[in-house]
């Protein structure tokens, strides 16, 4: 939901950094896949040693480049099919780190339910976005939910930061909790979405 309502705002806040960007002659692939080499090392490193509030900090300012190169493909005109891949791929590869970094966190910590809560939060998480390929290489469209990546990444590094500034580990992990739920409602959501337009398909006309 944020995603979507968040688009118009990106676009005024990220177009004069991305023109700047532009006059460099950096493109907007080297910006998604710096983006996710920053994102992946700081879940990676800062969230194991424990230190929540600074890889939280770092995180949610990277993932800004997430906005920006997506302005920048449409400043320049140059929106590809491989950029949009690329994109999608790298946010993957990006989540992906952040769950990982909170799973070690709670595993060198022996939290086991903080482990299984972040492990669940990572793994519902990428079903959603599988859920809407998958319907989109069918030619159905399986778009929006009540959790959306944005959605999901910004209630994680939220309560990733409150516990780092000396909160319980259980905002932290009733967060993992609902971001799990959420995905999976979510998911949901998108097949009850395709199989609306798969019954509409093959009804009588």
Not at 120 to 144: C, D, H, N, Q
Not at 187 to 197: C, G, N, P
């Amino acid at each position: 939901m944020l995603g979507v309502n968040g688009r118009g705002v990106a676009r005024v806040v990220f177009t004069p950094p991305a023109k700047v960007l532009i006059r460099l002659h950096v493109t907007a692939d080297m910006v998604t896949i710096a983006g996710t080499l920053a994102t992946s090392a700081a879940a990676l490193w800062l969230f194991p040693t424990g230190h929540l509030a600074i890889g939280a900090i770092v995180i949610a300012v990277v993932a800004c480049g997430d906005a920006l190169d997506g302005t920048m493909a449409r400043l320049t005109k140059h929106s590809t099919r491989w950029g949009a891949f690329l994109d999608s791929t790298l946010d993957r590869v990006a989540d992906s780190a952040v769950f990982a970094g909170l799973t070690i966190y709670f595993a060198l910590h022996q939290d086991m339910v903080g482990l299984i809560a972040a492990v669940a939060a990572g793994a519902f998480g990428g079903v959603v976005p599988y859920a809407r390929a998958r319907a989109e290489g069918l030619g159905m469209k399986a778009s929006g939910g009540i959790a959306e990546r944005s959605d999901r990444l910004i209630l994680t590094l939220l309560a990733a930061g409150i516990t780092g500034f000396g909160a319980s580990k259980w905002v932290l992990i009733v967060a993992l909790m609902v971001v799990s739920l959420a995905a999976a409602f979510t998911v949901i959501q998108r097949a009850r979405a395709v199989w609306l337009q798969g019954a509409q398909s093959t009804a009588p006309q």
